[in-house]
């Protein structure tokens, strides 16, 4: 494998000595570009108290391209769909090189203590969401219960 | 050429109009006005051949009305560098292109008489065009705005070149629109904060330093874009959010292709043109400016579309889209040429295809995709000697073959003797329907509709290969007419028979070969088929003929047989609109459908 951009370098030093309060992210032994990451729901959103598994790759062209992020566990989103996607405007178009990891993950986190059904991935969630705001926020309680934590 | 300059050359064609009453100017002299005469198309076309009305009388309000473009849009210039005066070099391929794009004028008259579809009323533009167009927009906008054009362009362009929407925005909220945009409204004064972006700033990314607008050359600096410190040059915005140039380079050449607007970094203030030239070493905002237009036809194919030929960069912009309606009721189709002459449908994207509708072009496509790719390669590439059996490739545009090795001489389509051919009523393009005895089995029915489509697909694609080699023999007939002018005395206008004969054979052959999909999905028992058919057999013959003569290569013989050419040629044109027309009447009448 090429040699690792001081950036990348830098930014894993950054995440491991100065982590974000909530999120971990570790690159994996094989392939220093691809991370395992943790995010805690945040407190007084559905998600609370759920631990979710993310992946996330630096692709070679980082950082002139975004990273890719993908969740793992199982979540109730109106704006990540049934394969772990995320729809956020920074991981898009919306993808500046001044951002970094920790900036993304911390949008993340962000994301699901406002969910935006207005701008969906999943329709289906969207649509509840929308319909049953109630509702909905239970069923996501209720996934976080099921797939995010700890046994 | 200047803009002033064609108008002083259109001065001239005017008075040329005027003076002559036939409707080919033989004056020696009126050579390159004669090819100003086609830039005056270039601006204001209508539709070519089968639609249009213009005849000769018509090209001078033509020519006037390019005038009052010219004096309207200022920005607006035309490019013909083509017709560069006196250079024999260039003008070969110019008066080829020129005549090529030139109208039939036996075809206008017919159609003048008709008058049944409005005119298309069109330009071809290529993006350089729309982009010096765009520029002209921004110096209109300039005194409104009062804001410098370099902002004005970045406005334009992030509202999709879209004026009217613009003006709406800008009067109804226009410092936020600025900010929004990231165009710096206290112009190169450094700020403190215009991030409306949601970024989280760490102590690394303010460092603010108040550079503006410059490459700066630094012994030390540390891009925390890449990480690295080193001695660079370096550039950043009023908003002080300062990159190393390499890493700036790296992010402007990926977007370069985008066509949106480039922002700082760090912030949502927009880089302009100028700044990007800088920071590039060289001037790349074109490319910008150029992606953003191809994004804007696209967004916009209504009323832009890319000409369809391979490698050709132009981009016709119909004014008036309310017509199409009308020509698709009509069973017409609205053809429009680029000023490559390129035909091509402005409705289907697909190239010229009378006497078939896009209904029918698209049946027929769909499922000649869907039948056998290797038939098709074998139909249309080699075929049997019917006497001696020896493969042959056919490299020529007529389908008068002579065997290389038992000199049998057969026609092409049908494998069968030539003799016939020549004198008889030309057979080939006929389906011989077997049908002997009625009631067959539905297994027989598939068979035969199989049978009866590769027949026509056979055909179709006969004449699909014959048009290629045709367009060939096009490409040397500039050589053929210099020869003639050097060898024989002639003036260049005189040689024209020779570019008009196969301009004809060309149109006639692409007629002949959408016919076939016509005939395919007509009900043949109907009697108005029958007159198709008809029609579609003596065009053949009329193109073979045609063919066969623009094969002739010495200078002599061609102007012996000068007369023949333009009879051969105007039979052709005639046969070609009556085809035409008669495969309308087929579609409207409902007895051609592709259901």
Redesign the interface.
Known sequence: MASL???I???TERLVSDPVPGITAEPHDDNLRYFEVTIEGPAGSPYENGIFQLELYLPD?Y???APKVRFLTKIYHPNIDRLGRICLD?LKT?W?????I??VL??IQALLASPNPNDPLANDVAEDWIKNEEGAKNKAREWTQLYATKK | MKAWETLDTLKILQTHIKKSDSNRIMTEGYTYDYSDDDSADSIEFYNSGHLSPSTRKDHLTKATKVTSILSQESGFEIDDGLYSDNDYDDYDQAYLDNVLAEPISSQEKKELSKGTVPNLKYECLTTQNIFENMLGKVNHLQPIFNIPSEDILILLQHYDWNEERLLEVWTERMDDLLIEIGINPNHGKSIDKLSTKDKINDDELNQATGASRDVVFKNKFYCIICCEEKSTETFALECGHEYCIDCYRHYIEDKLHSGNIINCMGCSLALKNEDIDKIMGHPSSTKLMLSSIKSFVSKHNRNYKWCPFADCNCIIHLKDTSSLAEYSRLHYSPFVKCSHSHKFCFTCGFEMHAPADCNITNAWVKKARKESENLNWVLSHTKECPKCSVNIEKDGGCNHMICSSCKYEFCWICEGDWAPHGKSFYQCTLYKNDETNGNGTKTEDVAKTMKKYTFYYRMFNEHEVSAKLDWKLGQTVGNKVKALQEKMGISWIEGQFLTDSIRTLNEGRTALKWSFAVAFYSDSSHNLTKIFVDNQSLLSKAVEDLSELLQIKDPEVIMAKKTEFYNKTGYVENRTYALMECGRDLLCKGICKSG
């Open positions: 951009p001081k950036r370098i830098k930014e062209d950082p002139m391209e920074v919306n500046s090189p001044a951002l970094q920790r900036t911390l949008s």
